[in-house]
C-alpha cells in the first residue's frame, strides 16, 4: 500500500515555519502530495448585537493569503522531505474555528494523512487543536513536535 | 529509508479489524523495530493500609492475565510477519496504576520514535489516554484511521 497518497499539513501563524522541520525527516512522504495549509482565524465582533463587525473581511483576505503562500513558497524546500517528487501545494484558510475547518479540508482534499506540528502545548495549536483533529479527522493523524526531531 | 525506528503501538484488543488491517499496510514500517504494548490496570494498596490483600490483580492472576494477552499480542505478531515485515517485534503487558503514564513512561524508555494509537471508532470516548499522549508524549502520536471509507 502506497501510503499516504495525499497528506495535508496544518500551520498557523502563532509559530515560524520551523515548526514543520519534523516533516523533512519523514521519508515516507517523498512520493506523496503534500498540501501545506495555514489557517487564519477570522474574528467576529458583537455578534447578535447591535453591530457586527468582521477581523479580516473578505476584501482584506486576498492580499494576506498572497503573501502567506508566497512566505510558504520561500520556505517549503527547507521542510520537504528529502528527494521529493510529489506535488506541493499550498492553501490559506480564513475561517470561523481552526479545528473544523482543518477537518473539513481534510476531509474535502481526500487526504490520507493530517500532519500537525506543535512545539507548546498550550495555545492555538495545543493538545485540545490536535486532540479535536484526532478525533474528527477522516484520516490518520501524525502530531509532532519539533523538539521531537 | 528508516525513519521510524523504533515504535510503539498500543493494543487494547477491541479494535476495528479495518483498522488493523491498515496497521498491516503501513509500508513504512516494515522495518522499525515495533513495541506492541498493552497497558493492564493494577492496584495496589498495600503501601497506604500496610496489608497484604489490597492488590488486584494478584501474583497468580497477573502471570495469567500477562500469558493471555502475550498470545493475543502474538497473534498480532504473525499478522505483521505475514505481510512482508522485516524488522523487529516484541510483545509486551504491562502492569500499571496510571495507564496513561505508564505508555507514555514506557515510550520515552524504549525511545520510541513514534507511537500509534487505534481508537476504536471514529467519535468515540476513547479520550482521555489519547489526548493525555498528545499532550505528554516525547514521540510524534499518529492516530491511525482507515481513509476514507468510513468518512
Not at chain 1, 92 to 99: E, L, M, R, S
Not at chain 2, 72 to 81: A, D, G, I, P, R
Not at chain 2, 92 to 120: Q, R, S, W
Amino acid at each position: 500500500m502506497m501510503f499516504p497518497r495525499i497528506a495535508v499539513v496544518a500551520y498557523d501563524s502563532s509559530h515560524d515555519f520551523n515548526i514543520l522541520k519534523p516533516i523533512h525527516k519523514m521519508d515516507f512522504l517523498v512520493n506523496t502530495e503534500i498540501h501545506i495549509v495555514h489557517i487564519v482565524k477570522r474574528v467576529f465582533y458583537g455578534d447578535g448585537l447591535s453591530f457586527n463587525v468582521t477581523f479580516l473581511e473578505q476584501e482584506d483576505q486576498a492580499p494576506l493569503r498572497i503573501a502567506i503562500i508566497n512566505t510558504m513558497k520561500d520556505f517549503v524546500h527547507g521542510i520537504l522531505p528529502t528527494c521529493h517528487v510529489g506535488k506541493v501545494k499550498f492553501e490559506c484558510i480564513f475561517g470561523d474555528d481552526p479545528k473544523e475547518d482543518f477537518c473539513r479540508y481534510l476531509q474535502s482534499s481526500k487526504a490520507d494523512l493530517g500532519l500537525i506540528a506543535s512545539r507548546e502545548k498550550h495555545g492555538f495549536f495545543d493538545s485540545s487543536f490536535a486532540y479535536y483533529v484526532s478525533t474528527h479527522a477522516p484520516c490518520s493523524v501524525i502530531v509532532t513536535r519539533s523538539k521531537e526531531f | 529509508m528508516k525513519k521510524f525506528k523504533s515504535v510503539v503501538i498500543g493494543f487494547k484488543f477491541d479494535e476495528d479489524p479495518e483498522v488493523i488491517n491498515f496497521l498491516l499496510g503501513l509500508e513504512f514500517l516494515r522495518e522499525s523495530s515495533i513495541h506492541l504494548v498493552h497497558m493492564s490496570i493494577s492496584l495496589d494498596f498495600n503501601s497506604l493500609l500496610e496489608i497484604n490483600l489490597a492488590a488486584y490483580p494478584s501474583a497468580e492472576a497477573k502471570i495469567i492475565i500477562e500469558q493471555a494477552i502475550l498470545t493475543k499480542l502474538s497473534e498480532s505478531k504473525s499478522q505483521l510477519l505475514s505481510k512482508g515485515f522485516v524488522g523487529h517485534i516484541d510483545n509486551h503487558c504491562i502492569f500499571t496504576d496510571n495507564i496513561k503514564k505508564g505508555f507514555c513512561k514506557y515510550a520515552l524508555e524504549v525511545n520510541a520514535d513514534l507511537i500509534i494509537l487505534m481508537p476504536e471508532k471514529k467519535h468515540s470516548l476513547f479520550g482521555s489516554f489519547t489526548h493525555y499522549q498528545l499532550a505528554h508524549a516525547n514521540a510524534p502520536v499518529m492516530v491511525l484511521r482507515p481513509t476514507r471509507d468510513e468518512a
